[in-house]
């Protein structure tokens, strides 16, 4: 993968080595059909709106985030330029959540932390090559400057699924990397001292973390207040958004928080995503931090994912815009939890040359 490379992708030329005329050998002499034939992209419709949630359920790298139950909570706010990936009897075995960043700009996806091509299994090796290439050929002629493609990281992977990474590095991409920080369910890393401590001083002043949706009201307040306070922010997310998301998705989209003095003092809204419980938002009171109550809330959080099979409880980037400066102090919060460090990646592809006046 190049890094701030300058490269423009350029399509195939026919007859080259990489046309996929004729079909393919390995050195067996077993043949292999043709992807370009067996495999091909059109626009999503919304009536393909079950098909690709389903798609999406069987994957090997889709997660939530990727359904159109999700993706539609967006509504008009972008021009959707998504794509389906079928094979040679129209079945769909891959989706590509996408739309307009800017004019100039296609991204997968401006609405998500990660996008990109999400498949049964079947889209592997020169077959993904093949497949993006197509979809840069179509949103070249769309006129776009750039595809900006947002990496699935390998812990949201049901199984290995980089052919996407191969395929654009192989086309010229150019990447950029953020921070997150998780921790493996199996194989929990060290935990802090102070951490250890927190837990103590909480578990002394009586508090106790609940999973529940019924104070989502109390704790959103909270969660504006604290961001609107310390990082002069608001969540990206409103309550009705949530609140419908949660609708969508009740088993999936959760809260978890812990009170003082009846109070929520501190708090979580995880998401269920694949084989990955993540932290959407974290938010504490001062009331809370003079308590700790974070750590139990973190350690319910770790449990409900025990529990239920997830291998990683993830806490996100830590990144202070996308690639820059990594917040040294935040970063290692997360890791004091037993964690280890995560790439978030994101790759630009460069359609065509910016054009001169």
Not at 38 to 53: E, F, H, K, M
Not at 97 to 110: D, Q, R, T
């Amino acid at each position: 993968m190049s890094n701030g490379s300058s490269t423009v992708w350029e399509p195939m030329a026919p007859g080259s080595s990489e046309s996929t005329g004729g079909g393919r050998r390995d050195g067996s002499g077993q043949s292999f059909p043709n992807p370009q034939q067996s495999l091909g992209i059109r626009p999503y419709d919304t009536a393909d709106a079950a098909v690709w949630d389903d798609l999406v359920a069987r994957s090997c790298n889709g997660t939530l985030l990727h359904t159109r139950r999700y993706l539609d909570y967006h509504g008009s706010r972008f021009r959707d330029r998504s794509l389906v990936i079928e094979d040679g009897r129209g079945k769909i075995v891959g989706v590509f959540p996408a739309a307009e960043s800017s004019p100039s700009v296609v991204a997968s996806h401006p609405g998500l932390t990660y996008g990109g091509v999400v498949h049964d299994g079947s889209v592997r090796g020169d077959r993904m090559l093949d497949v993006l290439r197509l979809v840069a050929s179509r949103m070249e002629a769309q006129g776009y400057r750039d595809l900006l493609y947002k990496v699935v990281p390998f812990i949201y992977h049901g199984w290995p699924a980089d052919d996407d990474r191969y395929s654009l590095s192989r086309m010229g991409g150019s990447s950029e990397c953020d921070l997150s920080a998780a921790i493996c369910i199996d194989h929990r890393g060290g935990v802090s001292h102070g951490r250890k401590s927190g837990r103590k001083l909480a578990a002394r002043a009586g508090v106790k973390a609940q999973i529940g949706w019924e104070r989502i009201d109390e704790f959103w307040a909270l969660l504006a207040q604290a961001l609107s306070e310390r990082h002069q922010a608001a969540p990206v997310h409103s309550l009705e958004e949530i609140n419908r998301l949660h609708d969508s998705f009740p088993k999936e989209i959760l809260l978890c928080t812990a009170l003082v003095d009846g109070s929520i003092a501190a708090g979580t809204v995880l998401y269920c995503a694949g084989p990955v419980v993540h932290t959407q938002y974290i938010a504490s009171s001062s009331a809370g931090r003079a308590v700790s109550a974070l750590d139990p809330v973190i350690e319910q959080s770790i449990e409900f994912a025990e529990t239920h099979g997830y291998r990683y409880l993830d806490f996100g980037i830590s990144n202070e815009g996308h690639g820059g400066a990594l917040n040294t102090s935040l970063h290692d919060f997360k890791i004091s939890f037993g964690a280890g460090a995560v790439i978030y990646e994101q790759i630009r592809l460069r359609l065509r040359q910016q054009e001169t006046t």
